[in-house]
Every structure is written in structure tokens, then in C-alpha cells.
């Protein structure tokens, strides 16, 4: 079955420190892959997406991700984090080449950040 | 900007009643979707639909229907709400077929008693 696996439920990071945040995913072939925040009380905000191309993509916040074809793995990352960032991330993906689907979103991981 | 709008932040409920919650998007989008949200849980594909009156089963879709009379509403439908039905629904909507962006709803925190 496919699916999108966020090891960490809760990571805790010191402001300034630099972030990754892991997703795996299970899926026949290479799908589409998203990055979303959900900062406290708000709504889902895509973070960046990746569909073909460089595999180090840029996103909103300073924050990047690299897809790892070899390791199913599409890891967010961050070289500093603000407090701003605390938040839930969720990794999420739809399979390539096949409209019509939804996106199947991991179980999310909840950063916070200390002082 | 796209808007996705959900009729109820707040919503409570007994158990047994029919719940309607609808969701209506402002931009021509062909796909609209409802999730439930559960802590620990992620958001979990309920029901969607990439075409008026066209709908396909997510993830856990036992307990609830759904209705696509119009391109803009999609709205989720709760036969006989039960208390495991508690959680936070968000609906969301996209232009193409591959998501390439989700827009989503303020979501309806659900509370059946």
C-alpha cells in the first residue's frame, strides 16, 4: 500500500540550530512530494513541492528539501531556525502521472523551539 | 486569493443527528477534498471529487457520504454522527489533477456528544 511515513512525532530544536525533519515514502514510483506547515491555530501552508528536476528544491521560510530517489526519503531542512518555525510539519504525496488523485499526507511532526 | 470556505468553525452534535458540513471554494477548481485531522493521526483522506457529481473514497470514508451538486460546494455528510466522528475536519481545493497546490479551509472542529 502507499504511504508517507514521518519517523520523528516531536522534535525539539534550540533557536539558531539548524533542522531536519525526515519523510519516507512507499510508493511504486516516483511520486510528487509536498511539504506543509500548520503553525498553531492556522491553517495548511504549502511549504515547498517537488515534481521533477533538481532535487534540491527551495521553499517559503528559508526552507529547503532534498529528494533521495535511492532512499524514498524527501527530508525538509532549515540551517536556522527561528522561533517562528514551531509549528506541525506534514510530508505528503500524490503519485506522478496519474490526475485525478489526492494527496496522502504523513502523520505529521511537531517542532519546538527553544530560547 | 483562492478561497476555501467552511460554513462552521464550532460545531456540536449528538449522537444519531445528521451533520452537514460544507465547504465552498471561490475559484473554479475542479478537485476538492475533506480530510479529518486527529492528533497523532495526520489528516486522513475521507472523500474527494475531481469532477461535479464525480466522487471517490479516501482512506476512511466508512461513516460518511458526500455530495458535488455544483462545482464550487462539496459538502460532507455525517448519516448518524457517533462520538468517534470527534475531530477536525479541513476540506481543501485544487486547480489540476496532480495537486500541484492544495488551498485549504479554516476547518470545522466537530464535537459529537
Known amino acids: 500500500a502507499q504511504s508517507v511515513t514521518q519517523p520523528d512525532i516531536h522534535i525539539t530544536v534550540s533557536e539558531g540550530a539548524s533542522l531536519e525533519l525526515r519523510c519516507n515514502y512507499s510508493?511504486?514510483?516516483?511520486?510528487?512530494l509536498f511539504w506543509y506547515v500548520q503553525s498553531p491555530g492556522q491553517g495548511l501552508q504549502l511549504l515547498l513541492k517537488?515534481?521533477?528536476?533538481?532535487?534540491l528544491v527551495q521553499g517559503i521560510k528559508g526552507f529547503e528539501a532534498e529528494f533521495k530517489r535511492s532512499q524514498s526519503s524527501f527530508n525538509l531542512r532549515k540551517p536556522s531556525v527561528h522561533w517562528s518555525d514551531a509549528a506541525e510539519y506534514f510530508c505528503a504525496v500524490v503519485p506522478a502521472n496519474q490526475a485525478g488523485t489526492a494527496l496522502i499526507f504523513g502523520k505529521g511532526t511537531t517542532l519546538s523551539v527553544s530560547s | 486569493d483562492v478561497k476555501v470556505t467552511q460554513s462552521s468553525r464550532y460545531l456540536v452534535k449528538r449522537t444519531g443527528e445528521k451533520v452537514f458540513l460544507e465547504c465552498v471554494q471561490d475559484m473554479d477548481h475542479e478537485n476538492m477534498f475533506w480530510y479529518r485531522q486527529d492528533p497523532g493521526l495526520g489528516l486522513r483522506l475521507i472523500y474527494f471529487?475531481?469532477?461535479?457529481?464525480?466522487?471517490e473514497k479516501g482512506d476512511i470514508p466508512e461513516g460518511y457520504s458526500v455530495s458535488r451538486e455544483k462545482k464550487e460546494r462539496f459538502s460532507l455528510i455525517l448519516e448518524s454522527a457517533s462520538t468517534n466522528q470527534t475531530s477536525m475536519y479541513l476540506c481543501?481545493?485544487?486547480?489540476?489533477?496532480?495537486?500541484?497546490?492544495?488551498?485549504f479551509g479554516s476547518g470545522t472542529q466537530l464535537s459529537v456528544l
Open positions: 481543501a481545493s485544487s486547480l489540476d489533477g496532480y495537486n500541484e497546490k492544495l488551498f
Open positions: 517537488y515534481f521533477s528536476g533538481d532535487t
Open positions: 510508493y511504486g514510483a516516483t511520486p510528487y
Open positions: 471529487s475531481y469532477d461535479v457529481k464525480m466522487k
